[in-house]
């Protein structure tokens, strides 16, 4: 970790120090570093005076955080009832051959990782894909490169 980063964590630390802060320091610390990192972990237990196994338990509980490097736009695909209905398996496919991505992978330039969940909560837009924090709803696979070409 570069000096630079660890100082921006120390001073998320610094700032949360009250009790039931981990998960927004751990929320912060994840937008500086783009994942969370063993370093970045125990800087994390150390400044808050938490045991480490109980902030690894919050980290791998919570799908929102990465233990390893992601892309700089996660792209994820609803692939709930809904969306299941309105042709999501299609849109998965057309994601994976767009991005040359598998689910749940990352591209080597660390462009793009590339997921599936089972539902992002905009039924009324199925299917619905959701680029970090942007929605596309009423999803088609010609839609699906025009948008991506935005990232």
Known sequence: MKAEERQKILNIIERSKEKGSLIPVLQEAQEVMGYLSEEVLSL??????????????????????????HGKYIVKACRGTACHVQGAKKIISTIENSLNLKEGKTSSDLKFTFETVACLGACALSPVIMINKDYFGKMTPKKIATILRQY
């Open 44 to 69: 994390i237990a150390l400044g808050l005076k938490i045991p480490p196994s109980k902030v690894y338990g919050v980290v791998t509980f919570y799908s929102q955080f990465f233990l390893t490097p």
